[in-house]
């Protein structure tokens, strides 16, 4: 049963990535090392395959991320210093976006722990069993 319970959390975690990538317009894992590939060939520095996936999903969420003006125009002088092509809004929506992975990650963890745990004791006690214990 719960061998049936993992196989259904995977593929459900597979048809939720497709269709977020054909809703949010995000290239698939095929598209991304193409571009990557691409950009490598060009001798511009590679970026990974995970800071693709955020940027993208930061530009649809900065229209939504209203800054007052000070803020931006600081922000903006910084992202020029450091050269980098983003907007105030991109960036701090990259920020939101990052925090909201970790957070996600986190809280998938604390939920697959209890559920890992007998696999774990499991393996635990076929490594006792398939040790010689005669040497001892």
Do not use: H
Request: proline share 4%; net charge positive.
């Amino acid at each position: 049963m719960t061998f049936l319970a993992l196989i259904a959390v995977i593929c459900f975690g597979f048809a939720v990535y497709n269709l977020s990538c054909a809703f949010a317009d995000i290239p698939t894992q095929r598209t991304s090392r193409m571009m990557l590939l691409s950009r490598r060939q060009q001798g511009v520095k590679p970026e990974k395959l995970l800071d693709v996936y955020i940027t993208r999903i930061a530009g649809l969420i900065a229209p939504y991320l209203k800054l007052d003006k000070l803020r931006r125009n600081k922000l903006q002088r910084a992202l020029d210093i450091a050269g980098l092509e983003l907007t105030p809004e991109v960036y701090t929506a990259r920020a939101w976006v990052t925090a909201g992975a970790v957070g996600a990650a986190a809280v998938l963890m604390a939920f697959l722990m209890p559920l890992m745990t007998p696999v774990l004791i499991g393996l635990a006690v076929a490594l006792l069993y398939s040790v010689n214990l005669t040497k001892f």
